[in-house]
């Protein structure tokens, strides 16, 4: 505390996934303390058009939790409030942090606590942070939906392969989630009137390892439709890809990954013109597309069983006059 005393503290407003807090690709000033506040909600979310349903937990009410937007040298300093209407004992875990279980081990709250937790963003990337409680209740608690993503941008901004700052006009956070439900004798997908009352059957559909459903953000068919993505032509887009469990393959169709930190470290050079590509099961990666056509893209996990039959499809619409 001392040491950062005499620093300049920002709050950053979160606001829900697809979309990003306010930020400065570029860095302004020095390091500061960025302020963020995350209430856990446990809530039961529909997640598609025939009724299934889940008792998800979050970090403020949506799947994935929210961006966290910072630069290299920056120190996080997280409050989480665990109110007293849940029934769990949560805490988080940032793959971006060093020692202490990520943090897992300083933020164990009860319903009815809360706790303060500071880490200095010592690394450049896109991370994963999630929940992890301790034993199955890692997975457990991970798998219904408690995770999201924190960008650390260099100070001076993204660069591509040459070197030259890559600045972009939109940024969209995708949040790769797999989900367990149990069915009933009559193959219908089980309901449980609180949060934690599925777990035995949950740690049952969870060990064949085989999803119910893989969806983009929390639920099939959030980002189509009146949920979209937008973009206009010859806007450059940068895509956060998460996925906190399984491994995962992001493909455009009709584009391309112009820039791919697949990795998510951004002091790697970026992989350039890729049609897919790969991000392992607890990390995020990031890429950036510049839209040359109009239309409808379909931005889908290129397992196509999962894209088309379990969810994990969204769409961007993209504005502006046809090139031929």
Known sequence: AKQIAKLPRVKQEMVAPPFFPKHDQIAKGGPKVVEVRFVIEEKKMVLDDEG??????TFNGSVPGPM??????DYIELTLKNPESNAMEHNIDFHASTGALGG???T???PGEQVVLR????????FVYHCAPGGAMIPYHVVHGMNGAIMVLPRDGIKDKNGKQVHYHRTYFIGEQDYYLAKDEEGEYKTYDSAGEDYA???EVMNTLLPSHVVFNGAVGALTGDGALKAKVGETVLIIHAQANRDTRPHLIGGH????WSGGSFEDTPQT??????IAGGSAGAATYTFKQPGVYAYVNHNLIEAVLKGAAAHFVVEGEWDD
């Open 52 to 57: 299934a349903e889940v008792w998800a937990m």
């Open 68 to 73: 966290i937007v910072v630069h290299e040298g």
């Open 104 to 106: 897992g081990a300083l």
């Open 108 to 110: 164990e709250v009860s």
């Open 119 to 126: 880490f200095k963003a010592d690394r450049t990337g896109v």
């Open 201 to 203: 059957d949950s740690m």
């Open 257 to 260: 990954g112009d820039n791919v």
């Open 273 to 278: 013109n890729l049609e897919t590509w790969f």
